[in-house]
């Protein structure tokens, strides 16, 4: 008979938000240069249009205080859920920047699943700009991709380390 110890797994014991062992959906995310910036009553009215029109009730929005969500259609699952609809995108703010009453919109993102559906970055922007009647500077539309999350830890480098 032969013993062997085994360690144990770790549990893991802090919020997940995704399922262990799941796909990652990879997202193309782009900071907005130069940063949108409106006055609070503009961005209230965009929420206001965005609820309007919102997932639960047919629409194709989701509004949030961190921003609005775009997504391919209502939510038509069980109990309110999502469904069939998936997320497209999203666009992304933070308030009293850069003084108060004044949001600033400082990133777009688009999905795998937006990115499938053929949309960018500029063109989830002007979904939501459309809510509200909004516009941008034209140099917030022209997008770049920023760097990789962390060049410090890709698969290359990991490999060379001894």
């Given at each position: 008979?032969?013993?062997?110890?085994l360690?144990?797994?770790?549990v893991?014991?802090?919020?997940?938000l995704?399922?262990?062992?799941?796909?990652?959906?990879?997202?193309?995310?782009?900071?907005?240069?130069p940063?949108?910036?409106?006055?609070?009553?503009?961005a209230?009215a965009?929420?206001?249009?965005?609820?309007?029109?919102d997932?639960s009730s047919g629409?194709?929005?989701?509004?949030?205080?961190?921003?609005?969500?775009?997504?391919?259609?209502?939510?038509?699952?069980l109990l309110g859920?999502?469904?069939?609809?998936?997320?497209l995108?999203?666009?992304?703010w933070?308030?009293d920047?850069?003084?108060?009453?004044?949001i600033?919109?400082?990133?777009?993102?688009?999905?795998?699943a937006?990115?499938?559906?053929?949309?960018?970055?500029?063109?989830v922007l002007?979904q939501?700009?459309?809510?509200?009647?909004v516009?941008?500077?034209?140099?917030a539309?022209r997008l770049?991709?920023?760097p990789?999350?962390?060049?410090?830890r890709?698969?290359?480098?990991?490999?060379?380390?001894?």
């Open positions: 008979m032969t013993l062997q110890a360690e144990p797994q770790p893991h014991r802090s919020f997940r995704t399922r262990p062992g799941a796909p990652v959906a990879v997202a193309i995310a782009s900071n907005v240069r940063s949108i910036v409106l006055p609070d009553r503009e209230r965009l929420l206001a249009a965005a609820e309007r029109r997932v629409g194709t929005f989701s509004a949030g205080p961190a921003g609005v969500q775009v997504w391919s259609g209502p939510w038509d699952g859920s999502k469904g069939s609809a998936r997320h995108g999203s666009v992304d933070s308030y920047t850069p003084s108060r009453h004044y600033t919109v400082y990133r777009v993102m688009v999905t795998a937006g990115a499938e559906a053929g949309l960018a970055p500029a063109d002007a939501v700009q459309d809510l509200g009647g516009t941008a500077p034209a140099d539309l770049a991709v920023p990789p999350r962390d060049p410090f890709s698969a290359a480098r990991l490999k060379s380390l001894p």
